[in-house]
């Protein structure tokens, strides 16, 4: 049976391990919200685009498959 300072040394260790973890992930999640973010702009401009070209009768739509 575990003393109760080992009990507390791995509960210890378990929950340091985990904040770390914790702000890893939290990082890695600010960067990828990022990362989006830059994409928004050069997608509503993109969408904006096809809208216009999408009037111009030349222009063949593809059809999207489902």
Avoid: H
Avoid at 28 to 52: C, H, R, T, W
């Amino acid at each position: 049976m575990a003393t109760p300072q080992e009990l507390y040394d791995e509960t210890k260790t378990r929950l340091d391990l985990n904040i770390a973890k914790a702000q890893i992930l939290e990082r890695e999640i600010q960067e990828k919200v990022a990362e989006k973010n830059k994409l928004m702009q050069p997608i509503m401009e993109d969408q904006g685009a096809l809208k216009q070209l999408e009037k111009l009768s030349e222009v063949v739509q593809p059809v999207e498959s489902k």
